[in-house]
């Protein structure tokens, strides 16, 4: 089994990808949605959601490697601390204890309520890719602004409304696996200083800093596969 942003089996790894992918298909189908209000909800009010021990991917492994993106990170934040005995070794990638403010997540929230998901997803993908990246691979750019306009707008108001709540800069002292930390130098939604921030305020953890924007595992294939493969082989 390969993960199209790995370049290595996920199975040898036992790892669980969060992060783009698994956001696009949550937000394409009515069980995706109410998953994703499920996940949403426990991220604001700190609660354990069902399907992590009820009917989850995780409830298949005993112990699995995680790796989150973005939003898919916080998830991995609120997991090192709240499911502990279910991880080995943690991956967060571009992501961060707090990202932006309520007044920038309120506003993208209402012009997609307002306008769709077209309003607002050219000028979400310039922040997730470099310039130069996006001059060298339109056609990426052009797939990834697809999936995002054609993601259902009300599960991704929820997504929104979840990150712009989340603040776990307090716990991160309390998370004790191993731990990288990936950001990226071009990433101005989830900048260095905040993957720093996360690397020295949990203990022991790991940090890698590569030449991309918000969506590293695309814009910087090689070298994000080859950080995470050295760190879950260590």
Same mark, same amino acid.
């Given at each position: 089994m390969e993960h199209p942003h790995f370049c290595f089996p996920i199975h040898l790894a036992r790892i669980i990808?969060?992060?783009?992918?698994?956001?696009?298909?949550?937000?394409?189908?009515?069980?995706?949605?109410?998953m994703t209000r499920e996940v949403t909800a426990s991220l604001r009010s700190r609660r354990a959601p069902?399907? *992590? #021990?009820?009917? $989850?991917?995780?409830? !298949?492994?005993?112990? %699995?490697?995680?790796?989150? *993106? #973005?939003?898919? $990170?916080?998830?991995? !934040?609120?997991?090192? %601390?709240?499911?502990?005995?279910?991880?080995?070794?943690?991956?967060?990638?571009?992501?961060?204890?707090?990202?932006?403010?309520?007044?920038?997540?309120?506003?993208?929230?209402?012009?997609?309520?307002?306008?769709?998901?077209?309003?607002?997803?050219?000028?979400?993908?310039?922040?997730?890719?470099?310039?130069?990246?996006?001059?060298?691979?339109?056609?990426a750019i052009s797939?990834?602004?697809?999936?995002?306009?054609?993601?259902?707008?009300?599960?991704?108001a929820a997504c929104c409304a979840a990150v712009r709540d989340f603040d776990f800069r307090v716990p991160l002292s309390r998370i004790r696996m191993p731990t990288l930390v990936i950001?990226?130098?071009?990433?101005?939604?989830?900048?260095?200083?905040?993957?720093r921030f996360l690397a020295h305020h949990i203990p022991g953890a790991r940090y890698a800093e590569l030449n991309a924007a918000h969506l590293s595992n695309i814009e910087d294939q090689g070298p994000f596969n080859s950080e995470v493969a050295a760190f879950l082989n260590s």
């Open positions: 990808p969060c992060g783009t992918r698994k956001f696009r298909n949550f937000e394409r189908s009515s069980e995706s949605c109410a069902t399907r *992590l #021990s009820s009917s $989850g991917r995780m409830s !298949l492994l005993d112990r %699995v490697h995680f790796c989150g *993106l #973005s939003m898919g $990170g916080m998830i991995g !934040l609120w997991l090192g %601390v709240n499911a502990a005995d279910r991880l080995n070794k943690l991956v967060l990638c571009n992501t961060a204890a707090r990202i932006g403010t309520p007044e920038s997540w309120n506003a993208r929230i209402e012009a997609v309520r307002k306008n769709g998901m077209k309003s607002v997803a050219p000028a979400v993908v310039e922040r997730w890719f470099s310039p130069a990246f996006r001059h060298k691979a339109p056609a797939n990834t602004q697809k999936v995002l306009e054609n993601a259902n707008p009300d599960g991704y950001a990226g130098a071009l990433d101005p939604a989830t900048p260095p200083a905040d993957g």
